[in-house]
């Protein structure tokens, strides 16, 4: 089953707009991360923060996490349309090794 | 100089028959990983190895057997492929378990 569930499902903005897109989860984690997927191709891993972190930043990418409410968002400020992918969360249920995906937000970025 | 190269990268087969898929990484990571993407995107992990030893075995049907010859190489041998087979499998590497995965660019198979 999925660990996490993102929203929205989709999203479409206007170049130079901000973007932010939800992920919850379900049982306590390790760490969270970020990945891009653009369409045909593999995962581009963004950025990841660990359970003891609230903010983390990266060039135009802002992630939270509130491990109280088993959820965390990630904003792209400036979008560009070369942004247009899918995105998705992926997290690391405590004692585990294992990375699962959520359930991804396809972002369009219109010129 | 493909970090993570996956061969082929389209296979059509018929039901039936056995493929193989090939990954190869060249990142010096230690974890190695195959993941399922169906047709709704959804991603699920089906293997994983660190340095040759097998370290998740999801729940995945006896037909597939992956196989790590060295920590560099992982490939995934699919028996007796069927139509649910349909999808686009993913490799994947980190140099240390969960943290920070390099990924192929997929095989898209097909079973006809």
């Known amino acids: ?111 | 100089d493909t970090a993570v190269s996956q061969t082929p990268k389209y296979l059509v087969t018929q039901m039936g028959n056995d493929k193989s898929i090939k990954c190869e990484q060249n990142l010096g990571h230690d974890t190695m990983y195959w993941y399922k993407q169906d047709s709704k995107k959804f991603l699920k992990i089906m293997f994983s190895y660190n340095n040759k030893e097998l370290i998740i075995n999801e729940t995945v049907p006896n037909r597939f057997s992956p196989k790590s010859p060295d920590k560099a190489h992982l490939n995934l041998h699919i028996n007796s492929l069927e139509l649910g087979d349909s999808a686009v499998y993913f490799c994947a590497s980190s140099a240390t378990p969960a943290y920070g995965y390099t990924f192929g660019s997929g095989t898209r198979l097909t079973v006809v």
């Open chain 1, 1 to 111: 089953s999925q660990q996490g569930e993102e929203d929205p499902q989709a999203l479409s903005i206007q170049e130079g707009e901000n973007a932010t897109m939800n992920c919850s989860y379900k049982t306590s984690i390790n760490n969270l991360q970020w990945y891009r997927q653009n369409s045909g191709r593999g995962l581009v891993h963004l950025i990841l923060i660990r359970s003891n972190e609230r903010e983390k930043h990266s060039g135009r990418l802002r992630v939270t996490l509130d491990t109280s409410k088993k959820s965390s968002s990630l904003l792209i400020t400036a979008s560009r349309a070369a942004d247009t992918a899918s995105y998705f969360c992926a997290t690391v249920p405590s004692n585990t090794d294992k990375l699962i995906f959520g359930t991804g937000t396809r972002l369009q970025v219109f010129p």
